[in-house]
């Protein structure tokens, strides 16, 4: 258990002198979805895995904003010691992973996004009640959606201002993916997502396209089959494969 700011987050790092790479999940997800990819990397690799506030095996806090979240990514890899990770996020985990890699040039090797950290968001009022009331409706489901992985332990108004705020940041993200000077990698599903229809994850992906014309950091790596949901489980193989991407990019310079 790592102290950070109010509460105490569940980290579990397998050590060993492999290159560090730091696992990031989704809104309210816990550590469990990321358990194919670590499979597939092996001991090649040192994976750091952790339990945002109140999500999984984590304390709960007073503030669950994205700040927040990122000051729990710089308390895990303190108290790990990990130097320059590879920083992997699914969802919500990719928004954070591109943040923390603009706001920390040089400290990652680089970033693998899965199926997230694209610019593009819903905001406005409209669009914040439409999300409120997608949780209110969504609140008697979340104590079963918990042991899943897939709810935190927040009320339903919590987890809403969690997506209210991600998707404000999503819209305003393109300049910071033009400001990334590591490499990222990104893993991207198809279909649709709770929440948004096939069409409008289209939109949503190919949001992506102007910022892969203007920054040459920043490839797709992989576009797979399934959808946002289902990504880490189904295609994990495309995700270890970005992973050794990025780090034969790094062995690349080195020699």
């Avoid at 991600?166 to 649709?192: F, K, M, Q, W």
Wanted: with cysteine.
């Amino acid at each position: 258990m790592v102290p950070v700011d109010d509460t105490a987050l569940a980290v579990t790092d397998t050590g060993g002198t492999g290159r560090p790479v730091i696992y990031l999940n989704g809104s309210y997800a816990d550590t469990k979805h990321w358990r194919s990819v670590i499979a597939e990397l092996g001991d090649e690799f040192r994976h750091i895995t952790f339990d945002e506030r109140a999500r999984g095996k984590s304390e709960r806090s007073a503030d669950y904003s994205f700040e927040a979240c990122l000051r729990d990514i710089d308390a895990v890899l303190e108290a790990t010691g990990a130097q320059q990770p590879i920083v992997v996020g699914w969802s919500y985990g990719a928004l954070l992973a591109v943040h923390w890699a603009e706001r920390n040039p040089g400290r990652a090797m680089g970033v693998v996004s899965v199926d997230g950290a694209m610019p593009y968001g819903i905001t406005g009022e409209q669009a914040r009640e439409r999300i409120r009331k997608l949780f209110r409706r969504m609140r008697f489901l979340m104590p079963v959606a918990r042991p899943l992985g897939l709810a935190a332990r927040m009320t339903a108004d919590q987890h809403a201002d969690v997506n209210i705020e991600a998707n404000e940041l999503h819209a305003a993200l393109a300049p910071v993916l033009d400001r990334v000077s590591c490499p990222i990698r990104y893993v991207l599903a198809t279909g649709a997502n709770l929440g948004g229809g096939e069409e409008e994850m289209a939109a949503v992906r190919a949001s992506l396209d102007p910022v892969l014309a203007s920054n040459s950091n920043i490839e797709v790596s992989a576009r797979v089959a399934s959808n946002h949901s289902h990504i880490l489980r189904k295609d994990f193989l495309a995700v270890a494969d970005a992973v050794r991407e990025v780090a034969a990019l790094d062995d690349h310079q080195a020699s």
